[in-house]
């Protein structure tokens, strides 16, 4: 009446090597014990050793847009988000203005001028701007591009 025994097992352990359930689930030359362990307990991918960092980071490797909104004193405006990820990691940005007036061409062309050195080499997950060249409002649209962005690079 081992068969019932086996079969839990077997479930317990989904996505084991057959050979390493049969001989009663002890790791085997082909499953080391941390990925015996990490199997049974999560059930999550396991990234192999040749693994790319991107596929650690949980996001794709590409470039990525989206645009994010912000209320300032002359209404709600539009700024334009580009991200390129290498790894996890923001490698590049650019911002499309949206003014509707001269005072958000102004603080958006001055976050424009300086994000890229507050963001660039950062992890994605990290990124949290509050203000950016003396534009405070902006960062508000552009946080709300890079959470559009975050969703879309999974």
């Known amino acids: 009446m081992s068969f019932p025994v086996r079969k839990s097992v077997f479930v317990g352990l989904a996505g084991m090597s057959l050979i390493g359930t049969v001989a009663g689930c002890a790791p085997s030359a082909q499953a080391p014990a941390a990925q015996s362990t990490a199997a049974s307990t999560s059930g999550a991918p396991i990234a192999s050793t040749g693994a790319s960092t991107s596929a650690a980071s949980g996001y794709k490797d590409g470039t990525y847009s989206a645009d994010g909104n912000y209320v ?18 923001v490698s590049d940005v ?22 890229k050195a507050q963001i660039v080499g ?3 997950d990290e990124l949290n701007v509050s203000k950016v060249a003396g534009s405070s409002l902006t960062s508000g649209g552009f946080n709300q591009a890079v959470e559009k962005i975050k969703s879309e690079a999974q």
């Open 94 to 115: 650019n911002i499309t203005q949206h003014p509707s007036n001269p005072n958000t061409r102004k603080f958006q062309g001055e976050f424009a001028g300086g994000i």
């Open 72 to 89: 300032s004193p002359n209404g709600t405006e539009t700024v334009g988000v580009e991200l390129t990820l290498s790894g996890g990691t």
């Open 122 to 124: 950062k992890k994605l």
